[in-house]
Every structure is written in structure tokens, then in C-alpha cells.
């Protein structure tokens, strides 16, 4: 059997989605409401047909040609080898030298602008195909039926061309399918998302695919100067790490790393969630600074404190990272919560892993992540990929948690994703001989047995202490402890 061959789109992520790209010879839909991206995503198709040698014919319906080249000049595109065909009624309908100064669509035949379609294509004999827009068409159709049979009419003549054609079509929210959606070999949706704050989400979907396998569901991408950039939804099922020996991750304290019975685990996801101030992102970068001091790579992703303000305060504790990122041991990287999408910082992440051989991942916090997922039901379904796939291919994750409350019974998480983690250590304040102290406890440890006790986490004079289990205490956790006895503090 012949293997079929794949055209690439021109859009690396979207040519993983298709796994491997578009069959040639057929005619597939791309929709989308305005501003999705369809006239980029159908240039970037025939430019890169235009580098492989393949013609490619742009047939514009609607935008004039000076509009699509202002579009590519945006992008920095080159048309060489693609032509661009604007069709417009005036230029059908009117005998030489007449002008129309006013127009209806319903005055031209359709027949006459599928005809000068083909005519074209028989002129160019090109090898990949756009046609923007098939609204255009429907409305000259005037009923469901007669548009139904040129769209057959057009399918049939590019399948007999050894042609990829391209139809573009707006899709608006109440529109659930179109004729050509049937009709069509293979559907691409793109997809606006409004937020109430921050840029504007993009994502889309693979709908209809004859004859092949793609990878479903939504899909976040971005428009950027040279075109879109498609960031396929991650599965974790996919990336195979190899089966090495368990081995703990030393955090550079002894204290907490005996907490964990030796330290956390390559492989395994940290959650550390507490109240604001009480010393979780100082215990991540500690756990950074410590692995840089051994050669290994760590990425800090910080969504709620300046770069700045990260590098200061570990300088204060006496950890001064700037070598370390200039030597791109360790990654440090703020992140806007309103102009980032949940695709795009998983792809962040995957490609600093494969590329970059980080060992370490830091996301501090998740508040920050969960808010650039503001309108997102499936955080969770999400973060579990994640932290799965850095599992399987052996890097640890550190999640910091922003809980709600200082002291007591006040205390509350904004979601709750313990169960996602493979350990977890809780910080607390709690007040003791008239002062506000900090204390620490691992309650999970899902890789084997770890220390249950309580001790008092002091961070002062550029040290980072933990001392004794707090065994003459009684409630520390509630932020109210009551004494027993017999023990001094820090």
C-alpha cells in the first residue's frame, strides 16, 4: 500500500495535531469568527508550498490585494511562487468599460464566480489552493441547496487536480454546522475566547478528519508577527521517560530534607501551601539554589513577584543567583497572569525540559496560574497532565499555594489540589511567648514514610532555620498553640 503523503501547514503545532500534516489532494475547511486568524493560518499554508516549489493561488473574494499584502508584510511573509486572485462581482458581472457604482450580490449568478474560480485554476495549475470566503459564495447562492451542489461541484473538480484546497469560512457562536462542513475532507475550527481582563484567547479544534487520526480536543495558539503559533494540548501518555533509580532531591537543609526521609524524590510534585509572607517561594529557591550548586538546571516561573524582587530577597538569605542565570543553570522567568494562556505556558515548560534538560520546575503560585485560567473549567484536568508528564520524564515539580488567612480557623485554599501532589508541606503562623513564629510539617509524602512532626521555621539574620519537632505543643496548626512545657523555642 502507497504511503499517503502530508502537506505541512507551514504551523508546526498545528502539523502534530494532524500527525504530520494535510493529505494531499483534497478539500479541507478552515472556520472561525473574524479575527481568528483564518487568512494567516490559509498564507502560511501556501508559503510553505511556495518553499517546497509547490504554486500556490490565493483567491480572495472579499479582501482586496492590497489588503492580503498588507496582511503578509505584516508577518514579514514572501509571495514569491503564490499568485493572488481577487474576484470581485463588479469584474464578473459587467460587460468591458461598464462600472457599478452600487451592487447587490443577489444580481450576480453564482455559476459565473465559481466559473471564474476554476478558470483560474486551470490558468495557474497550482498545487495548493485558498479560497476566502465562502460566505461570499452563500450569499450569492441565495438558498441551501444550490450552494450545496457548487461546493460538490468544487470538490470534485480540485480531487481531480491532485490540488489541496483550503475553503475559509466565517463561523459565528450560534452556528453549530454548515454545509461544507459535511462536504469537506477535514474541518479546522478556530475559536475567540473573550476575557474579562487581558488579551484575547485563541484556541481551536481538529473537528472532522477523513481517513486519519489526529489529535482531539482544543488547542490554545497565538497570533505573533509571522504567523500563529499552535501549542497542542499536552498528554502526558506520550512522554516516556527512562525507568532510572529512585533518588532523593536534596534541598541543601538537613532539617527538611529528614522531614522527607532524606529529601523529595526525582520525579514527584511538591506542593508547599501556606499564608502569604510565611517563607514557601524561600524554600523553593533553596531547593533551586541547591541543584545549581550541583549542575543541574532548574526553570522559576513567577506570576505574583518581580524579578527583581525574587533575586534580592534570596541574595539577602545568601543566595545570589545571577551567576546562575547567566550561566542558564537556573531559569527564572515572570509571567503575566492577563497575557498568558494555559496551552502556552504548558508549552513553555515542555520545551525548556526536552531543550534545556530542566531537572527542577518551580510555579510560583499556583494563585497565579489558576488566575491566567481564570475561565478555564478544566484547571485541574490540566495541571494533573502536567505534573504527570514531568513525572514521567523525571523532572520535580514545586507548586506554591497562596492559602486565605493568617491565623486560626480562618484559614481556606482557593482550590483544592493536595491530591494532585505527590508531597506536601504545610506552612503555618502561630503565635508563642508573644510573637507571631512560623512552623512546618510534611502531611504527605506518597513515595514512602516521612517525619509527622511539627518544627518551627525561623528565616533570619540571611539563614534559613528549622528546628526541634515542637512536642510540647498542642495545636500549632490552628495558629493558637497551647504549651506544655519543658520545651524552648528558636
Not at 485558498?130 to 441551501?144: G, K, T, V
Request: aromatic share 6%.
Amino acid at each position: 500500500m502507497q504511503e499517503e503523503i502530508r502537506l505541512s501547514t507551514g504551523i508546526a503545532g498545528l502539523d502534530k495535531i494532524l500527525h504530520g500534516g494535510l493529505a494531499n489532494g483534497f478539500l479541507y475547511l478552515v472556520e472561525g469568527s473574524p479575527g481568528a486568524g483564518k487568512t494567516t493560518l490559509a498564507l502560511q499554508f501556501l508559503m510553505e508550498g511556495a518553499k517546497n516549489g509547490e504554486p500556490g493561488l490565493y483567491i480572495s473574494l472579499a479582501e482586496s490585494e492590497a489588503e492580503l499584502r498588507h496582511v503578509a508584510a505584516s508577518h514579514g511573509f514572501n509571495f514569491d511562487n503564490i499568485t493572488i486572485c481577487k474576484i470581485s462581482p463588479p469584474e464578473i458581472a459587467s460587460v468591458a468599460g461598464q462600472t457599478y457604482t452600487v451592487f447587490q450580490p443577489a444580481e450576480v449568478e453564482l455559476a459565473d464566480v465559481v466559473e471564474t474560480i476554476l478558470g483560474k485554476v486551470r490558468e495557474i495549475n497550482p498545487k495548493r489552493v485558498c479560497i476566502d470566503s465562502m460566505s461570499e459564495l452563500r450569499m450569492l447562492a441565495r438558498d441551501s441547496l444550490r450552494y450545496r451542489r457548487q461546493v460538490l461541484a468544487l470538490k470534485e473538480f480540485f480531487e481531480g487536480r491532485d490540488c489541496t484546497t483550503l475553503l475559509l469560512d466565517e463561523r459565528f457562536r450560534e452556528q453549530r454546522e454548515s454545509q461544507v462542513q459535511t462536504i469537506a475532507h477535514g474541518v479546522i475550527s478556530l475559536e475567540v475566547l473573550p476575557r474579562e481582563y487581558g488579551v484575547t484567547r485563541r484556541r481551536l479544534e481538529v473537528t472532522k478528519v477523513r481517513a486519519s487520526s489526529f489529535r482531539e480536543g482544543y488547542h490554545d495558539y497565538v497570533i505573533l508577527k509571522g504567523g500563529l503559533r499552535v501549542f497542542p494540548r499536552l498528554v502526558s501518555g506520550e512522554h516516556r521517560g527512562p525507568d532510572n533509580p529512585q533518588e532523593d532531591l536534596p534541598s541543601g537543609i538537613e532539617e527538611l530534607d529528614a522531614i522527607f526521609n532524606g529529601g523529595v524524590q526525582r520525579g514527584t510534585s511538591t506542593l508547599i501551601a501556606g499564608p502569604t509572607g510565611c517563607g514557601k517561594s524561600t524554600l523553593c529557591c533553596k531547593w533551586a539554589y541547591s541543584a545549581a550548586l550541583r549542575g543541574e538546571r532548574t526553570a522559576i516561573f513567577t506570576f505574583d513577584e518581580t524579578k527583581q524582587s525574587f533575586l534580592d530577597r534570596s541574595r539577602g538569605l545568601g543566595m545570589e543567583l545571577t551567576p546562575h542565570l547567566e550561566s542558564e543553570a537556573i531559569h527564572l522567568e515572570q509571567l503575566d497572569p492577563a497575557e498568558l494562556s494555559p496551552g502556552e505556558f504548558v508549552e513553555r515548560i515542555r520545551e525548556g525540559v526536552e531543550q534545556n534538560r530542566w531537572t527542577i520546575v518551580i510555579i510560583d503560585s499556583l494563585n497565579g496560574l489558576m488566575n491566567s485560567m481564570s475561565e478555564e473549567r478544566a484547571i485541574t484536568v490540566q495541571l494533573h497532565e502536567l505534573l504527570s508528564y514531568l513525572n514521567q520524564v523525571g523532572v520535580a515539580s514545586f507548586l506554591v499555594l497562596a492559602q486565605f488567612g493568617l491565623l486560626g480557623q480562618s484559614m481556606s485554599s482557593p482550590a483544592d489540589v493536595s491530591y494532585l501532589a505527590d508531597n506536601v508541606l504545610l506552612l503555618r503562623y502561630f503565635e508563642a511567648q508573644g510573637e507571631v513564629r512560623q512552623a512546618l510539617s510534611a502531611v504527605k509524602r506518597r513515595s514512602g514514610p516521612h517525619e509527622r512532626s511539627i518544627r518551627e521555621l525561623q528565616i533570619k539574620d540571611g539563614k534559613i532555620c528549622i528546628g526541634e519537632p515542637l512536642r510540647n505543643f498542642v495545636g500549632v496548626l490552628t495558629g493558637t498553640p497551647r504549651y506544655k512545657g519543658g520545651q524552648e523555642l528558636l
